[in-house]
């Protein structure tokens, strides 16, 4: 996210991660294309894996090989935390069962997961996983497994484990997710999305007149006025239009 944007999301999403609360331990982001989920996503993962521990995932559609390696690539950045105790239990985990990226999804995420994060029940730190675009992933079954097995073992894992999951709200993953009490933030009614747009194409035009020596009047205030309704909250447009 540029600095200054997307501050009012960002604050609500820093106040869940900091909630030691056992209930909303995970955070569903749905939003249409274009709205900065995976931005937002990988704000968060990068501000959050400088003081604990944090895991980030993007699905990318077409790249099925990759995506069902999603577990393993989640216990791999969790074994390079920066908390000693974090770091050893998923470490072991793997040096105890080489042969887990061969074994069915629900195994790896038991084995790579469940086990070595059970044994942390004592520790302080918020340990956050965050999965982003659950919709890209080529087969809708394997993202409700994976939202499934969330859920399965919550009650197991301790409750500083958090995660952060987004998607579009696509009819297959509402069917594996609505049901559950988790916490939702709808970037569709986010509030300062408009105001976010109009600040990015200010700071993308400020670098433009200064690059090119333009005038400090260029574009005029309506002009990006009616860029900002043109881009109806879509990031992606915005981004795209400059």
Do not use: Y
């Amino acid at each position: 996210c540029l600095p200054g944007t997307r501050m009012e999301i960002l604050e609500r999403i820093e106040g869940w991660i900091r909630d030691t609360s056992t209930v909303n331990r995970v955070l569903w982001i749905r939003g249409m294309a274009g709205r900065g989920k995976s931005t937002i996503a990988s704000t968060v993962a990068h501000n959050w894996q400088f003081r604990a521990s944090c895991a980030l995932f993007h699905f990318r559609r077409g790249q099925n090989a990759l995506n069902e390696r999603i577990v393993c690539a989640l216990a791999r950045q969790l074994g390079s935390s920066l908390v000693p105790e974090v770091r050893n239990a998923i470490l072991e985990s793997v040096r105890e069962n080489e042969d887990i990226a061969d074994q069915r999804l629900s195994v790896q995420f038991e084995t790579l997961l469940v086990a070595p994060l059970s044994t942390l029940k004592r520790q302080p730190h918020t340990i956050l996983i965050v999965v982003d675009a659950l919709d890209e992933c080529d087969n809708p079954k394997d993202a409700e497994d994976f939202v499934k097995l969330i859920d399965r073992h919550s009650s197991s894992i301790p409750t500083n484990v958090k995660f952060l999951l987004t998607c579009r709200p696509e009819a297959p993953l509402l069917r594996a997710l609505e049901p559950r009490k988790w916490h939702v933030e709808d970037l569709d009614l986010s509030l300062d999305v408009k105001n976010d747009i109009a600040q990015f194409f200010e700071q993308t035009f400020r670098h433009i007149r200064n690059d090119h020596g333009l005038s400090q009047e260029w574009p005029s205030h309506g002009d990006v006025g009616r860029l900002v309704e043109m881009s109806q909250g879509l990031f992606q447009w915005a981004c795209t239009a400059v």
